[in-house]
């Protein structure tokens, strides 16, 4: 399985980016898709996770503001974050679980200036 991301940048507070994944390879009987974020010094902090079965899960501190969907033909899942802040900088990575094994994305960018 390989993961592609994309989309991240440079935004100013309060506007917004959509992070996509794209995944290729094997995919049967994956279990879900999902986003952490990681800032230098820090443990990655898990962001959302979307199931096969399409059910949704964000963390606190990004829920009312980001969305998680997928685009079960493209085997992509999406990323949608509104309302960004500075905190939201960080360096966003996909992964994808399937029983004992989670492949991850390269990462992408994501920039909030102040």
């Known amino acids: 399985v390989q993961l592609q991301a994309s989309g991240g940048g440079l935004v100013q507070t309060g506007g917004s980016l959509r992070l996509s994944c794209a995944a290729s390879?094997?995919?049967?009987?994956?279990?879900?898709m999902g986003w952490y974020r990681q800032v230098p010094g820090k443990q990655r902090e898990w962001v959302a996770r979307?199931?096969?079965?399409?059910?949704?899960f964000l963390s606190d501190s990004v829920k009312g503001r980001f969305t998680i969907s997928g685009e079960n033909a493209k085997n992509t899942v999406y990323l949608q974050m509104n309302s960004l802040q500075p905190e939201d900088t960080a360096v966003y990575y996909c992964?994808?679980?399937?029983?004992?094994?989670?492949?991850w994305g390269q990462g992408t960018q994501v920039t909030v200036s102040s």
């Open positions: 390879g094997t995919m049967f009987d994956f279990d879900g």
């Open positions: 992964n994808l679980d399937r029983g004992a094994r989670t492949y």
């Open positions: 979307i199931t096969r079965g399409g059910r949704s």
